[in-house]
């Protein structure tokens, strides 16, 4: 059973950065494909990026390249999510999921309680 805890949220203005961490327990952290999601009010979850077990790989949603950045440090067991330039339609809250699937919605992947970013204008 792996357990992830989500930090680093809170109130930013528009243009701002912030950085979320995901530290996981209870699991080998480095068997798992890592991903960050996020859920408006009123709005289906939707993949934000992901990072392959060995922190080689990601991949990013199209509304966040060029702004956001996923890493992974598996001796610490800490996945992160940069977030620069952020716009107020990145409010939200954001969930790290561990899954043995790569980038996707995973309903038997392991999920944190979430964080909540809010970007004011």
């Known amino acids: 059973q792996v357990r992830l805890v989500e930090s680093g949220g809170g109130l930013v203005q528009a243009g701002g950065s912030v950085r979320l961490s995901c530290t996981a327990s209870g699991g080998t952290f480095s068997a798992y494909h890592m991903g960050w999601f996020r859920q408006a009010p009123g709005k289906e979850r939707e993949f934000i990026a992901a990072?392959?077990?060995?922190?080689?790989?990601?991949r990013y949603a199209d509304s966040v390249k060029g702004r956001f950045t996923i890493s992974r440090d598996n001796a610490k067991n800490i996945v992160y999510l940069q977030m620069n330039t952020l716009k107020p339609e990145d409010t939200a809250v954001y969930y790290c999921q561990a899954s043995q699937k790569y980038a996707i919605i995973d309903e038997y992947g392991y999920w944190g309680q979430g964080t909540q970013v809010t970007v004011s204008s």
């Open positions: 990072i392959d077990r060995s922190g080689v790989w990601s």
